[in-house]
């Protein structure tokens, strides 16, 4: 995966994807030799100095956008756009990473099997999460939103598909801002924008529109609404640093068997009727070998 990952990247020659010199080995260990990006991902940027300010947050997924419409233009789709990969090189610009789990043509690319869920929950596109390997552009531009979504609230993502127009996840967002996430996060891959190109279009028209200081982080939902944000705030590291899911590698379980399986609850004392189960079939046993003409009838 890690040469499948370096030779992919070695295609893409754009100023927002990572730059790859070089995929070569030492001593059987296998390395890829990258453009060095000093200033961190913007996960990073979130833990160091919270929600990020709208203007500077769209300037960052516009270029994501453009780096992504490189990759679709030779079929190659991302499939784990996330602020934890998204890394800033020192000029400021933004730059995408980590192609380790990218389909490069669903019909000859199999890097997982069909109907295994692959990449980060949080930012995984409903069918993304049944089928990875059927995963298109239309999961990247779901994933590049719910990063967006990241970047304006400091507020985790999951689920964002669910939340309705009048959701509580969306106040405080601009609405210009609030209805194009709400499009491209749309459940139905049909229902969001076409491409990468056709989202930063409907972006950079909004971008004077949008102030400049961070938003308020969204407020915790009234009761009966879609999940508890306040939940979400509290788990939300967990969600962004967590590695990669690759569940086409979790070990399946056996096959059941056929013949029904009896539980049966082994811990502490047996109960009361178990007692008298036991006591009625040593009178049974007695009665039958003390009692000889019953005894008689039954050996015949």
Known sequence: RLRREGRLMARLDHPNILRIYD?????????IVMELAEGGSLADWLALHGPMPP???VKYVLQILDGLHAAHAIGIVHRDVKPANILLANDGSAKLCDFGIARV?????RPTRDGTAMGSWAFMAPEQRIDAHSAGPEADVYATACTL???LTGATPVDLFMAARTSPRWHGIPDPLARIMRRATNARPSER???APTMATSLRTCLNRIGTQPLRTPPP???GDERPTAEWQQANHAFEEAPTVDFSTVPQAPPASTTPAL???TTGA???GYHWLIAALLLVAFTIIATPPLNSLLRV
Do not use: C, M
């Open 23 to 31: 995929v070569t080995s030492s001593e059987n260990v296998d390395y």
């Open 55 to 57: 203007r500077l947050a």
């Open 105 to 109: 043509d669903r019909h000859t690319d």
């Open 149 to 151: 979504y990241n970047l």
């Open 193 to 195: 924008y076409a491409d």
């Open 221 to 223: 939902p009234r009761r």
């Open 263 to 265: 539980h049966l609850e």
């Open 270 to 272: 047996p109960g009361r």
